[in-house]
Each structure stands twice: as structure tokens, then as C-alpha cells.
């Protein structure tokens, strides 16, 4: 089976570091992707891992381990408009679709 | 580039009424998902084509529901005789599959409300 785990919801202020973690369980991988979602709007593309270490790209960074069934996505300089829901998806194996965690909302601060 | 388009943006129905949505991906993408999303859940899978053939369909997927992508550039997904649960955003992505992992891209959704 499939499952994949993220904190509901996170808080943090503008200025800051946050960092949302996602484990997974699948039968089967093909690389983990973050997407944000602002509310209302459809899914974007933030970052692509399938192999094991850190990719970086600008504000920010995916993190992955394979062994572990785990990622985090590492957000840095935080501003108001990084308020968003922020979405973890395992790619399968087989058929190529999207298994997506019930996302994380973020709220950042002034 | 004009990106993943889908429409009507938002469709208010009564139950037991028929309803046809239509996705018209990023033009060289042989790849199309349909996701079907609610409010604080994430997206999940119904089906996806590679060009017109449709490869695969999730169980949440029920006879009610149907897909088509007759000439491998746009799509339409039908729900008949719809029920309350059907109200969701349905989503519909994009990809140009090659070897190795593709990156999808997300159209603006429908959002359905049946009454």
C-alpha cells in the first residue's frame, strides 16, 4: 500500500527558516516531489528528488533519504506570500502517477 | 506557452445531473492526469493518458465517472447522474514522459458543487 505522512499545519515568521517533513511508505519509487498550493489555486512544482542528498533551488531546498522513507523541504528567508499549503508526492514505480500526503499548511507571520 | 487550461473554472449542478469537464494540456505533452482534490486533502489520483490510450484508472474512479482523450491533445472527464460526494476540485496535469521521472504541471482546476 501506499501512505504518506505530513504535519497538518505549521506556523512560522517572516524572516525565518521552516522545514516540513514528509514520510512515505510505498510499494514501489520513482522520485518525490513538493508542490505549493495557495488556497483556491492549483498545485506548482517546487522541487524533484530521486536520488538520496539535498537539491537546492534559490529560497529552497528538498531534502530526501531513501532508506529512511523520508523527505523535508526547507524553506529559508521566509515571506509573507510563502503562506501556502505544501504538498509531498511519491511518484510510483509502475505507472508513473502521483500519490500526494494531505499537505501541510503553512501561515507565516509578520 | 500557455500552460494547462481547463474548463469551466467552476460548475454548480443538481444531483442526478450530467457533467463534462474539459483539459486541454501544454501542447507537446503526451502525458494527462485527472485528480480529483478536497478541501484539505491533496490531491488524488482517477486516471491519466499517454496520448489517447488511457493507461490506467484508481478505483475511486466508478462507472459513473469516464475519460477521454479521443486524438491525444485534449481531454474531458463525464460524471453522470452526480451525487453530493462528487463535489470536489478536479485537477488536471500535464508531462512529457521520456525516460525517466517527468514533472507535471497543474491546470487551475474545476471546482464542482453539486446541490
Known amino acids: 500500500g501506499q501512505n504518506i505522512d505530513q504535519p497538518t499545519e505549521m506556523t512560522a515568521t517572516e524572516g525565518a527558516i521552516v522545514q516540513i517533513n514528509c514520510t512515505y511508505q510505498?510499494?514501489?519509487?520513482?522520485?518525490l516531489f513538493w508542490y505549493q498550493q495557495h488556497a483556491g489555486e492549483a498545485p506548482t512544482f517546487l522541487s524533484y528528488n530521486v536520488l538520496d542528498g539535498l537539491e537546492e533551488k534559490g529560497r529552497f531546498s528538498s531534502f530526501l533519504s531513501r532508506s529512511k522513507g523520508y523527505s523535508y523541504l526547507l524553506l529559508k528567508e521566509l515571506q509573507m506570500k510563502d503562506s501556502a499549503s505544501y504538498l509531498c508526492?511519491?511518484?510510483?514505480?509502475?505507472?508513473?502517477?502521483?500519490?500526494f500526503g494531505t499537505g501541510t499548511r503553512l501561515q507565516v507571520f509578520p | 506557452d500557455t500552460g494547462v487550461s481547463q474548463d469551466p473554472r467552476h460548475k454548480i449542478t443538481k444531483r442526478g445531473q450530467n457533467v463534462t469537464f474539459r483539459c486541454d494540456p501544454i501542447?507537446?505533452?503526451?502525458?494527462l492526469y485527472w485528480y480529483r482534490q478536497t478541501l484539505g486533502q491533496g490531491p488524488e489520483f482517477l486516471t491519466y493518458?499517454?496520448?489517447?490510450?488511457?493507461?490506467?484508472k484508481s478505483r475511486l474512479l466508478s462507472d459513473r465517472f469516464s475519460a477521454e482523450r479521443p486524438k491525444g491533445s485534449f481531454s474531458t472527464l463525464e460524471i453522470q447522474r452526480t451525487e453530493q460526494g462528487d463535489s470536489a476540485m478536479y485537477l488536471c496535469?500535464?508531462?512529457?514522459?521520456?525516460?525517466?521521472?517527468?514533472?507535471?504541471?497543474f491546470g487551475p482546476g474545476t471546482r464542482l458543487t453539486v446541490t
Open positions: 510505498t510499494s514501489g519509487f520513482n522520485g
Open positions: 496535469a500535464s508531462s512529457f514522459f521520456r525516460t525517466g521521472p517527468d514533472e507535471q504541471y
Open positions: 508526492a511519491v511518484r510510483d514505480v509502475n505507472t508513473d502517477k502521483l500519490i
Open positions: 493518458f499517454q496520448n489517447e490510450a488511457q493507461l490506467e
Open positions: 501542447s507537446e505533452h503526451n502525458r
